[in-house]
């Protein structure tokens, strides 16, 4: 099915026959779990954003070093997604099985890096990028068609490279060099040494921010069309080794095609996901996805710099119900609280997972103040029945008459 337009982030595309974009993927769209509070997403965001801005500032200057973005339109030209980034016209990843085409000039971007041509062009010399990307993958319990990156990138003038030089004794970016297995043309190797030493360090000090010092990590070489030499860093989590970003020194070309060819810089890309699965202890991608509050709520209260290890939800599924209504007098409604959760937890014990105080106001009218509980209920043993349900929640709202003087709405 191929609709007439296609609409996203405010923009309207025209499929053709290349659309290939289907319900299971359009849906995804509404969510936004880089916002969602309660997302550990969204935590491990707020950890990258606090580390780098507190730790890479320019030089005599009390700005952060890296301009944040985010929200960028998700469709993007081939041209950007690809052709920019020097992929060759055969690569995999144009694959229609690979990528979401959304007709033959655009499609839903495949990674962050799709971005990079144009904030440089746009005079960017030092950025992250944070979004969703799309990929036709296989499904398993680490791949989505939705998942989340950040993108770093910062390039440096000589002077931010070498310092201010001595006349006579420069230390040269470029040269007339050939490229090598180890270095592009025109590099000198003093440039390749300090950009390698500055993007393994910046990396390797942001994954110790995110895992602690103990953390064990190691560098395997890689390829990539926009970077060279290319690197990728591994952490160990669980007895294995667990790929988490690639990076590697910009290609001098898309500098040059992109207005910045007088300047050397070093690009990283991040799984988002594979992060918290592992610093969270999160076992499955799909779970980042959950509405379940029994996901939610386990990270809905703490700070980006919270240990937490994730505590493995039910698989049977969840009944709520709610009571409401009106306090005694005298009864403060914080009090109210209290008692409620005492009296719901006695009744409910192990089958009360969660309860929410949903409502809590004056009634001017009846001059009482009400409030109104969600009660999520759900066993770790079986599937509770609506009959089994209703027994337990009635017993509640009875005791809340009968013990604090309540009345029912
Ligand atoms: N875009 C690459 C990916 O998604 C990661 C990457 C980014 C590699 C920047 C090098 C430089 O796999």
Redesign the pocket.
């Known amino acids: 099915f191929i609709p007439t337009v296609f609409e996203l982030d405010g923009h309207r595309y025209t499929p053709d026959s290349n659309f290939n974009l289907s319900p299971a993927v359009t849906r995804l769209f509404n969510r936004k779990l880089l916002t969602e509070q309660g997302n550990p997403l969204k935590l491990i965001r707020d950890r990258i954003v606090e580390h780098m801005h507190a730790n890479h500032r320019a030089r005599g200057n009390r700005s952060p070093r890296f301009t944040v973005c985010e929200n960028l339109p998700r469709v993007v030209s081939l041209f950007d997604n690809f052709d920019s980034l020097l992929t060759p016209a055969d690569h995999v990843s144009r694959r229609p099985s690979d990528t979401y085409y959304v007709n033959k000039d655009y499609c839903l971007r495949a990674?962050?890096?799709a971005h990079q041509y144009s904030l440089l062009k746009q005079g960017f010399d030092a950025f992250l990028v944070f979004g969703d990307v799309y990929r036709r993958d296989e499904i398993d319990r680490t791949h989505f068609p939705c998942f989340h990156?950040v993108?770093g990138v910062q390039i440096y003038s000589s002077e931010d490279l070498f310092g201010v030089q001595q006349p006579g004794a420069e230390i040269s970016v470029f040269d007339t060099s050939d490229r090598t297995a180890l270095k592009q043309a025109g590099h000198t190797q003093d440039t390749v040494t300090v950009l390698t030493l500055r993007l393994k360090s910046t990396l390797e000090d942001l994954c110790r921010a995110l895992f602690g010092s103990n953390i064990e990590m190691r560098w395997v070489d890689a390829y990539?069309p926009?970077?060279h030499p290319?690197f990728e860093l591994e952490v160990f989590y669980d007895g294995q080794w667990l790929e988490c970003?690639?990076?590697?020194i910009m290609e001098q070309e898309l500098l040059r095609n992109a207005g910045a060819g007088d300047k050397v810089g070093w690009?990283?890309?991040l799984g988002l996901e594979r992060l918290a699965m592992v610093l969270y202890g999160i076992p499955d991608i799909r779970l980042f996805w959950s509405k379940d509050s029994g996901f939610l709520s386990q990270f809905k209260g703490l700070q980006p710099g919270d240990d937490y290890k994730y505590k493995p939800i039910s698989a049977h599924p969840q009944l709520y119900m709610d009571v409401s209504f009106f306090l005694p007098e005298g009864t403060t409604p914080d009090n109210m609280r209290a008692n409620a959760m005492d009296l719901i937890r006695t009744v409910g014990g192990d089958l009360v997972e969660q309860v929410d105080l949903k409502d809590d106001f004056f009634h001017k009218k009846k001059n009482r103040h009400s409030q109104c509980y969600r009660i999520v209920y759900r066993s770790n043993e079986k599937a509770l029945t609506k009959e089994e349900v209703n027994a337990i929640h009635g017993e509640i709202a009875d005791l809340f008459v009968a013990n604090h003087g309540c009345v029912i709405r």
Request: proline residues 0%; charged residues 5%.
């Open positions: 990674h962050t890096s990156q993108e990539f926009f970077t290319s970003l690639g990076c590697g690009a990283f890309g």
